[in-house]
């Protein structure tokens, strides 16, 4: 079956993974992989090449096995890879062989279990620095990989500079998680002393 489109649209400022929209080749509806629901059918009149939502791949002409195991896109945009070059932050670790989409970035099929440890080992990579140098360009690159990490959460926290910043932060925090301000504190407390020791 053919591979459509990516979905949640890629940004170029991105390092991330997305579920892919899949085209069987018959009367049958399209298919959605790459979910942490698992597969899912979508009609095909629900899909549009023109939707915003999406990144159209269909002139690519990627083909993978009907039967195929779950698979996401590895994404890695130009503009993130700009940014990490202009800081000199750790390169991410991303597969050589990619399908370019130009002004935008590039991107990769693999077993969602291999890229999500991509983008959690990128992030503790960056981490050490982050906290020293309380970058908050190194920040908002930490954001546009995995927003909701706990490394994540942490290095926004940290890095912000007066006490109401960061009373503002873990309201946003608690909103996002769903979790206590007095948790959200302890746990980035213990993360960033363990990366601040070991550096």
């Known amino acids: 079956m053919q591979i459509l489109s990516l979905m949640d649209r890629p940004s ?101 279990k291999a890229m999500y440890p991509r983008l959690e080992h990128w992030l503790k990579a960056v981490l050490p620095r982050t906290l020293k140098e309380k970058s908050k360009a190194l920040v908002e690159l930490m954001h546009w990989t995995l927003p909701l990490a706990p490394e994540t959460l942490a290095a926004s926290w940290y890095t912000r500079d007066t006490p109401q910043e960061k009373n503002r932060e873990i309201d946003l925090q608690v909103q996002l998680t769903h979790k206590t301000s007095n948790a959200l504190i302890a746990a980035h407390e213990v993360l960033i002393s363990a990366y601040l020791a070991s550096t």
């Not at 002139?59 to 945009?77: C, H, Q």
């Not at 399908?99 to 969602?112: A, Q, R, T």
Request: glycine share 10%; aromatic share 8%; net charge negative.
């Open 12 to 112: 170029p400022n991105s390092f991330g993974m997305h579920a892919i929209l899949a085209d069987p080749g018959d009367a049958h509806d399209l298919i959605v992989i790459g979910e942490a629901r698992g597969r899912r059918n979508i009609p095909r009149y629900v899909w549009s090449p023109s939707h915003t939502g999406i990144l159209d791949v269909r002139a690519l002409s990627i083909i993978i096995p009907d039967d195929s195991p779950s698979l996401v896109a590895g994404w890695y945009g130009d503009g993130f890879s700009e940014q990490v070059t202009a800081l000199n932050a750790p390169q991410p670790e991303i597969l050589t062989e990619r399908h370019i989409i130009p002004g935008l970035g590039s991107f990769w099929l693999e077993d969602p």
